[in-house]
T-cell receptor, first 111, second 111 residues
Framework: GEDVEQSLFLSVREGDSSVINCTYT??????LYWYKQEPGAGLQLLTY?????DMKQDQRLTVLLNKKDKHLSLRIADTQTGDSAIYFC???????????FGRGTSLIVHP | DTAVSQTPKYLVTQMGNDKSIKCEQN?????MYWYKQDSKKFLKIMFS???????INETVPNRFSPKSPDKAHLNLHINSLELGDSAVYFC??????????FGPGTRLTVL
């Protein structure tokens, strides 16, 4: 099976909160990342969290990590239409270790 | 200044041809990558190149070969192009925390 799993689609109304979930299998992961891909563009790093942290907040973004369950989530507060994109979860041991990406979650924000 | 750049942005070619995609990063990173993104947005790593050490994804056909003239460049050469090679190819570089910085992508269409 896949090392990093995400649901493929999420639809929310503008102004609501979005929560994108991710599970991973590698317990030795040191870094866990969230990337955003807008149409026709490359992936852009949004944020990352160390495996020894439970939570990280950056403006409208909140990352929660449950290391025991190997579950990572990204919460976007007050979701806007400009947040519509594909969000990729990824994990890595850092350094030159090759990261493993999930298949991406398409977030659709409607008025 | 563009951190990771790729050329060309679009590439349309006939089956059987040989083509190259160029990538340059000005971030001073030691590690560079090539990824393939298919029509379902699944991101697959093809190569990782770090200090002259090449890590190859074993599923990548040997028609694909990365070439690195120096630390800031990692080009991708593809021989005998096939229809299934049609995809978006992303170059990336990473720092010590393995944060990936992606280029804008090259959309390859094989006819």
């Amino acid at each position: 099976g896949e090392d990093v799993e995400q649901s493929l689609f999420l639809s929310v109304r503008e102004g609501d909160s979005s929560v994108i979930n991710c599970t991973y299998t590698d317990s030795s992961s040191t870094y866990l990342y969230w990337y955003k891909q807008e149409p026709g563009a490359g992936l852009q790093l949004l944020t990352y969290i160390f495996s020894n942290m439970d939570m990280k907040q950056d403006q409208r973004l909140t990352v929660l990590l449950n290391k025991k369950d190997k579950h990572l989530s990204l919460r976007i507060a007050d979701t806007q239409t400009g947040d519509s994109a594909i969000y990729f979860c990824a994990e890595s041991m850092g350094g030159s270790y090759i990261p493993t990406f999930g298949r991406g979650t398409s977030l659709i924000v409607h008025p | 200044d563009t951190a990771v750049s790729q050329t060309p942005k679009y590439l349309v070619t006939q089956m059987g041809n040989d083509k190259s995609i160029k990538c340059e990063q000005n971030l001073g990173h030691d590690t560079m990558y090539w990824y393939k993104q298919d029509s379902k947005k699944f991101l697959k790593i093809m190569f990782s190149y770090n200090n002259k050490e090449l890590i190859i994804n074993e599923t990548v056909p040997n028609r694909f070969s990365p070439k690195s003239p120096d630390k800031a460049h990692l080009n991708l050469h593809i021989n005998s192009l096939e229809l299934g090679d049609s995809a978006v190819y992303f170059c990336a570089s990473s720092n010590i925390a393995n944060e990936q910085f992606f280029g804008p992508g090259t959309r390859l269409t094989v006819l």
